[in-house]
């Protein structure tokens, strides 16, 4: 598998320009250690296996390599633990997807005592980066921020903090967990983007924008939002299989208005979420490849204190079930969080769940759960009006050859969905 995808050769270091990366050489020794902890009581062997996970972890030399750590730990006669750690620097969300994939593939392959066949391979990384490079120069890159750049982000507000000057780092981190139930994850996923006319996104930001206007008394914030980053840019270059980092991240302005009401408010933050196209992977490309003006201007924009990541279905690819001990800290402790606030979503088990990280040394526990029991509140209001909601979330984006307003289109709504009369 390591052959097969080269990103998890890649090596880093810093030189008098700058970092750089390179490809290293196929590895020349197993990947994988095993050890037997069989004979270890159950406390004892919960322990070992976090601390060797921990290590594992830790571990990992950006310039020498490997980037990969694997672990296999025998616990009983037919009682496996299988680890696996990859550098970020080398993998996003989707490349687990294809690598836990490949994985099975050739373990099964190999269990058969058959040929390792893989799924070919997308666009290599130095391809994707190569056509990156060409699109920032482009004035299709240019002319798509107009739109984008027009945003009132003046109206920006700055997040409450209960302990001024205290401490932001991984070792402070805490988390509160919200969810819906599998029904409701259902309606949302099927019911409610037909019934609002928008994404799944459209409403959890809508949700999130509510909750922080709730709780700081100011109608706009800006947001970091992470996107998978393997748009359709290129016609004849398909990353859908490639390993690697491609996550994009986009400022966005979630501004729910002034006298903030759900339905209102999702159609402002849809059209806001419309106004960069491809889910807003320019920014990052027009930020660190484009021309010196552009970078200015996007360098020029509000900082963001939350960040918000909805991964998505998160489902085994092996139906292996997930190990109940610790895999230990992925990040150092001493870490400085970029966030005051950072919001990681994912459906498992048919279940929404939205994890809302802080740091208990800026915020007390009560103050998140109130903003978290908010966000859950608005998206399960969303979710139980979608199955009789009349009025759609309609905005200009949604008929662009028209160039409407969103008065004008209101008019044209309410005008043709009036019910019919007779003379």
């Not at 050739?106 to 269990?111: G, K, P, T, V």
């Not at 200015?296 to 092996?318: H, I, K, Q, T, W």
């Not at 919001?343 to 929404?352: P, R």
């Amino acid at each position: 598998v390591v052959v097969h995808h080269d990103a998890l050769r890649l090596r880093f270091g810093r030189a008098e320009s700058g970092w750089r990366q390179w490809y290293g050489t196929p590895p020349s020794r197993p990947l994988l250690a095993f050890e037997d902890l069989s004979a270890l009581p159950t406390a004892e062997r919960a322990a070992r296996v976090e601390a060797r996970c921990a290590d594992a972890q830790a571990g990992m030399d950006l310039a020498a390599g490997p980037l990969l750590r694997a672990l296999l730990f025998r616990c009983g006669p037919a009682d496996h633990r299988f680890f696996i750690a990859i550098h970020h620097l080398v993998v996003d969300g989707v490349s687990w997807w294809v690598l836990m994939d490949d994985l099975w593939t050739a373990y099964r392959d190999l269990a058969r005592g058959t040929p390792v066949h893989l799924p070919d391979r997308t666009a290599p990384v130095r391809e994707w980066v190569s056509r990156l490079r060409e699109y920032a120069g482009s004035e299709t890159l240019r002319a798509s921020f107009d739109g984008f750049l027009a945003a009132p982000f003046h109206r920006a507000g700055a997040l409450p903090v209960d302990f001024p000057g205290g401490g932001n780092t991984v070792a402070l981190e805490a988390t509160v967990k919200v969810e819906l139930t599998a029904d409701e994850t259902e309606a949302l996923l099927r019911q409610a983007p037909t019934a609002y006319r928008c994404e799944i996104n459209d409403l959890l930001l809508t949700a999130l924008g509510l909750a922080l206007c709730e709780w700081s008394g100011c109608a706009a914030h800006m947001v970091d939002v992470e996107g998978h980053g393997r748009e359709p840019l290129f016609e004849d270059v398909d990353p859908s299989r490639t390993v690697g980092w491609f996550t994009s991240i986009c400022p966005r302005l979630l501004d729910v208005g002034d006298t903030p009401e759900p339905l209102a408010a999702l159609r402002r933050v849809k059209e806001h979420l419309r106004s960069l196209p491809h889910h807003g992977i320019g920014f990052g490309v027009a930020y660190f490849l484009g021309d010196e003006a552009l970078r200015g201007r996007l360098a020029s924009l509000p900082p963001r204190e939350v960040c918000f990541n909805y991964m998505g279905r998160f489902d085994g690819a092996s139906g292996a079930p997930r190990a109940e001990e610790s895999c230990g800290p992925t990040r150092h402790p001493a870490q400085e969080r970029g966030y005051l606030l950072e919001l990681n979503g994912h459906i498992a088990d048919a279940v929404l769940q939205f994890e809302f990280g802080y740091s208990r040394g800026m915020h007390a526990p009560g103050t998140i759960q109130a903003v978290a029991h908010r966000f859950h509140e608005v998206l399960r209001g969303f979710v139980a009006e979608a199955a009789v909601v009349r009025e759609r979330a309609s905005t200009p984006s949604d008929f662009p050859l028209a160039n409407l307003t969103q008065a004008q289109l209101e008019k044209l709504l309410r005008r043709f969905s009036a019910p019919a009369t007779t003379d």
